[in-house]
């Protein structure tokens, strides 16, 4: 996004020279030059000079030979989109102001020169006239010499940042940032770390841009409405989207709208409905999304630019989903012929390359020539090199080694995608590097390179692993998806390590293929969480328990694959070959055989107890057992002799993305569930588990929860029961309903070192972030503030909490990977284990559940696992709980000793 923008705000002068000088007050001077200078300086900007409808040629009948005249002249001319005019006229008032040896104004005129160059894609010539109004400046002695150094700063920054140069612009507007706060002149500094922060995200680094947005929008808030503080709201919207907090996203940018609608500029307001719609895209509600790009197009009186980003998005939209109003041949032909009007820069050349994206899709469906879509990557890569634009040039290379593989030019291609990684490499663009060593490793494995291909995909993988910091920056302006740009690269790798053979290497690819497993588990979480969050160690299962097994079950798209780590034994893998998606049914239909629908459940004040239908009424055993019994033998049935002779006491499984949402109790050998012998625990992966063990003795536990309806949830009558059991098991504090507020349990959280917090009140885990929540009397808490509230013990008590147990959550309906969120919540809350359910279960047999589970737990001969099982077992052999959705859906994630 911040491409598109480079463009949109060059248009803003110092022009005014003349109005500048003639207040004899010298404080009302340096405010009348700054009102002129503003927005002149600022990257983002669409003040006096942004062109509209009714622009006009100047009447040049008569040229003055006053300088300052010759100024307004230019201005005239830039206004009327005449840019070889202006600079020729702009030209002629340096050089008289350079006569007159009026430094002041020769640089000012200088910086529109260079305004009116960038208009014209001429870079080179931009760069020369900014230094010379720099080195006019270089030694200021004045606040307004100060202030016009700073806008020339700020323009350098720009012409860097317009060709690609994100780091070199982000050392320029820092330097201006200090020099307007040496001028005392705070919106100067504000407007030079709004472009920084524009420089940051250009360089993918999206946490540190959003501090800075977030401080610089405080402060813009007690400012009266400006083009600046639309501006700041935008880019703070467009940086929430790109980190997932789409709902603050569109919140921060209908403010900027309302702003940009109340100082009545629209530039700004076509600004807003584009990033408004990249937000409702994002959010899948492609309707709006749709509505926000036809608004930003429709407008006359914007930069041709924005109307082209607009239109590319619509095309986007076209191709995934044909719309009535527009066909998508009818939406290119106006593309093509605007995008053959643009001067070269950046913004025209990732216009070009999204324009070739939305072909290639094309292209598959038969509508466009792939000679058309080379034409016009070919042209791309001329345009990159003569503005020196080397991420542009990699990009479009890539796209052009990509159409080349498609239609089975495999030499060639590869020889492109060469160039583009040596490209993304030779300029530190890792975010770049690892999609072309992806597609240079799918190149290599086509031509029977198998070794050569695990190499390529292995430096994909690391280049991933160093980007985990900031994983966001990957290809922000495709709206990236996790599932299409990052997660395949894995699931390829695993593929490629597991089926290649040799038994001098197979040792070493299972424990290639383990650690790659591992690191997708973790970047999973990463982007869920948006951000690196994780601390990993790596840990050997013989370390932490020697009757413990790990099964890395992971679905690839010809077969499911499954490497195991027994103790004091090697890795060993089978595989059962399926296609993906037979696997996947067969997960999906077993968990919606014996999960309860709550998606046809009408939650009013009714209690959950009324809705779970009597044992007579359950559906037969065998809707779920022959699914149970065949996800069985695919995972479990090939280890049962090994599992033998290990004596093994604990399966631990590291589920892949279809099987989260399955409890693996459920699994069936035809005599008896799995959990029947042995005991189950989940974990994001061995790397970031905590070996500690649950310390025994006397254990106490904070309990709270809620038993009256809230928001749109049901009573559950039967939690004040499981509460008052459970004391009597692990005596401490117990809040309940009115009591259970998020302050009164932080505060009891942080006074009291409860090795044990039980929840029993409604939540949902979801695998979007913001979704995830855990419902106290007073708010729903998310992932952070569930965090920050179990953690805020951290200051004042050593000991970390051991087991957390939410028994009244579920998984959100229709989302796949919903058990991704109990993950998180178990990784990010701080607690060394967690013990939640994955769909919402009558709490009647949640409280005799959770009773038996403390009972067992007292013994401190067995573990928190076993513990689980003997109490599901229980409930399974009592002939009122004995269908699996009443005690299958309890997991234990994280340590299970």
């Known amino acids: 996004m911040l491409r598109k923008h480079l463009r949109y705000f060059p248009k803003i002068s110092i022009f005014s020279h003349k109005l500048l000088f003639r207040s004899k007050n010298t404080k009302a001077k340096i405010s009348r030059f700054y009102s002129l200078l503003f927005s002149c300086a600022f990257l983002l900007t669409s003040l006096a000079l942004i062109p509209t409808a009714n622009s006009t040629a100047p009447d040049t009948s008569e040229i003055s030979a006053n300088p300052q005249t010759m100024v307004q002249q230019g201005k005239a ?77 700020d323009l350098q920054g720009q012409i860097y940042l317009a060709q690609g140069q994100a780091n070199s612009a982000g050392e320029y507007f820092s330097t201006a940032a200090a020099i307007y706060t040496k001028a005392g002149d705070e919106i100067g500094v504000l407007r030079s770390q709004i472009n920084y922060a524009q420089a940051l995200q250009a360089s993918g680094m999206y946490q540190r841009a959003l501090e800075i947005l977030q401080q610089a929008s405080i402060t813009l808030q007690k400012q009266p409405d400006s083009v600046l503080k639309a501006i700041s709201l935008r880019s703070l919207g467009r940086t929430q989207r790109l980190i997932g907090n789409l709902d603050q996203s569109e919140d921060i940018l209908e403010q ?69 109003s527009i066909t998508v041949l009818e939406l290119l032909s106006q593309i093509q012929a605007q995008i053959a009007q643009l001067p070269p820069s950046r913004a025209s050349v990732d216009a070009q390359i999204n324009l070739a994206r939305s072909w290639l899709k094309l292209e598959n469906q038969g509508n466009i020539k792939s000679q058309t879509i080379a034409e016009l990557l070919s042209k791309t890569i001329q345009q990159a090199r003569i503005i020196k634009d080397q991420r542009g040039e990699s990009y479009a290379l890539g796209q052009l080694g990509i159409l080349y593989e498609k239609t089975q030019q495999l ?62 920056s990957i290809n922000p302006d495709v709206q990236f998806s996790f599932r299409e740009s990052v997660e395949p690269i894995y699931r390829e790798l695993v593929g490629l390590l597991l089926q290649s053979q040799g038994s001098q290497s197979n040792g070493e690819n299972l424990e290639q293929a383990l650690k790659v497993i591992e690191s997708l588990q973790q970047a999973e979480l990463v982007n869920f969480f948006r951000e690196d969050c994780l601390d990993s160690t790596p840990v050997q299962i013989d370390e932490v328990d020697k009757r413990a097994v790990v099964l890395y079950p992971i679905v690839l798209k010809d077969r499911l694959e499954v490497v195991v780590s027994l103790p004091n034994s090697t890795l060993r893998h089978y595989a059962t070959f399926l296609p993906q998606t037979e696997v996947e049914e067969v997960f999906t239909r077993l968990q919606q055989e014996i999960a309860p629908e709550i998606a046809d459940f009408n939650r009013g004040s009714e209690s959950l107890t009324t809705f779970w239908r009597p044992r007579s009424e359950a559906p037969p055993a ?11 033998d695919w995972l479990i049935r090939p280890l049962e002799q090994d599992l033998s002779a290990s004596e093994a006491e604990t399966l631990v499984f590291v589920l892949d993305g279809p099987l989260l949402n ?37 254990l106490t536990a904070l309990k709270a929860g809620i038993t009256e309806a809230r928001e749109d949830f049901p009573p559950l009558p039967f939690v004040e029961r499981e509460l008052e059991q459970i004391k009597l098991q692990l005596p401490g504090e117990l809040l309940l309903d009115r009591e259970f507020t998020s302050a009164t349990i932080a505060r009891k959280i942080g006074s009291v070192p409860f090795p044990v917090v039980h929840l029993a009140t409604h939540g949902q885990f979801s695998s979007n972030a913001q979704e995830t929540f855990i419902l106290t009397w007073d708010q729903r808490l998310n992932i952070d503030q569930l965090r920050n ?45 967690t013990l939640a359910t994955l769909w919402l279960v009558d709490d009647r047999a949640t409280a005799e559940l959770m009773i038996r589970f403390y009972r067992e737990l007292t013994d401190t001969r067995i573990s928190k696992a076993e513990a689980l099982r003997r109490a599901q077992v229980a409930l399974l052999k009592d002939k009122y709980y004995q269908h699996p959705r009443l ?5 234990l994630v994280g340590n299970w000793l």
């Open 411 to 472: 030499e060639a291609a590869q020889e492109l995608i060469e160039k583009a990684l040596l490209i993304a490499q030779s300029i530190n663009a890792p975010e770049i590097a690892y999609n072309w060593q992806w597609q240079l490793g799918k190149l290599l494995q086509a031509q029977g390179e198998t070794k050569s291909a695990i190499a390529a995909y292995t430096s994909a993988v690391s280049t991933l692993e160093s980007l985990r910091s900031d994983i966001v």
């Open 622 to 632: 065998e809707e779920y057992l022959n699914l149970a019994q065949k996800v069985y």
């Open 887 to 891: 005690w299958a859906p309890f997991v």
């Open 256 to 324: 900027s709208l309302e702003v940009a609608q109340a100082v009545e500029s629209p530039q700004e307001i076509s600004a807003a409905f584009l990033s408004l719609g990249n937000t409702a895209k994002a959010q899948a509600d492609t309707q709006a999304a749709w509505d926000y790009y036809q608004q930003t197009a429709a407008n006359p009186n914007i930069q041709p630019i924005t109307r082209i980003q607009a239109q590319l998005n619509l095309l986007s939209l076209l191709v995934d989903a044909p719309q009535k």
């Open 789 to 833: 509230l179990l953690r805020s013990r951290e200051e004042s008590v050593s000991e970390a909490i051991e087991l957390l147990v939410l028994s009244a959550c579920q998984t959100a309906t229709g989302d796949k990977r919903a058990a991704l969120g109990l993950a998180g919540v178990a990784v990010r809350a701080g607690a060394r284990s």
């Open 662 to 698: 399955l409890p693996m109790a459920v699994l069936h050998d035809g005599q008896q569930f799995l959990v029947e012998k042995y005991a189950i625990a989940l974990t994001p992966g061995l790397q970031l588990l905590d070996p500690k063990p649950l310390p025994r003795g006397k």
């Open 77 to 153: 001319y830039y206004d009327a989109q005449q840019f070889i005019e202006a600079i020729e006229i702009l030209k002629q008032a340096a050089e008289a102001f350079k006569i007159q040896g009026d430094q002041l104004r020769q640089a000012m005129t200088l910086n529109n020169l260079a305004l009116a160059y960038q208009q014209l894609g001429q870079w080179s010539e931009a760069q020369v006239v900014i230094a010379s109004s720099l080195e006019l400046l270089q030694n200021p002695n004045t606040t307004q010499q100060l202030q016009m150094q700073g806008a020339a700063l």
